[in-house]
């Protein structure tokens, strides 16, 4: 199906993930981040803005859901990753960001990070960077809800919504409900 979308310089894509797309991979994610730690109890979710903070809210929300003794908000953050990219000189500027930790901190917790679309690595690579300014992590995993490939550095999702392999020349858009009005991932461009 092809969208209207608001992308910078794009007006046509394609949409691969709808929102029920969306929110199944985000359940799923949620049960198997479950599964891999043996429960939740140490868990804290870290999204990574833009739209990886919404998403880790959701996942979150669902991680509650399968064990209710898990309180959503008890365990989400926020990371920002500005100062510790390594591209900031070839981006426009950007604001820097905030960065809100639960209060039981992350010392000896299983963080996950999550993002919405893994690409090149490197916002990750910031992201582990930022980590050990904030505390000693028992271990990092990762979440996203689009790996659409092209890696640059040694990382990998321990968590993906969907692997979607892409040219260079195209690019993905995730729209999210609370940022955007509506749920979708989008695909434009490439060699027609």
Do not use: C, W
Request: glycine share 10%.
């Amino acid at each position: 199906m092809t969208s209207e979308i608001d992308g910078p310089g794009e007006t046509k894509a394609t949409e691969v993930l709808g929102s029920a797309d969306i929110s199944r991979a985000l359940t799923r994610i949620a049960h198997e981040i479950i599964e891999r730690n043996k429960g939740g109890q140490d868990v804290v979710v870290l999204g990574i803005p833009t739209r990886g903070v919404p998403l880790a809210g959701r996942i979150a929300q669902r991680l509650a859901d399968i064990e209710p003794e898990i309180e959503a908000h008890a365990i989400l953050g926020t990371l920002d990753v500005t100062m510790y990219r390594d591209d900031l000189h070839k981006q426009p500027p950007r604001a820097i960001g905030q960065t809100d930790l639960p209060a039981q901190g992350i010392d000896n917790k299983v963080v996950v990070l999550v993002d919405d679309v893994l690409f090149s690595g490197r916002t990750i690579r910031a992201a582990l960077d930022a980590l050990k300014d904030l505390g000693r992590p028992r271990s990092v995993q990762l979440a996203t809800l689009i790996d659409r490939g092209h890696r640059e550095l040694p990382i990998r999702s321990d968590f993906v919504g969907k692997n979607l392999p892409t040219s260079l020349s195209e690019r993905v858009f995730v729209r999210l409900e609370e940022i955007d009005g509506r749920d979708g991932v989008f695909i434009a461009g490439g060699d027609k």
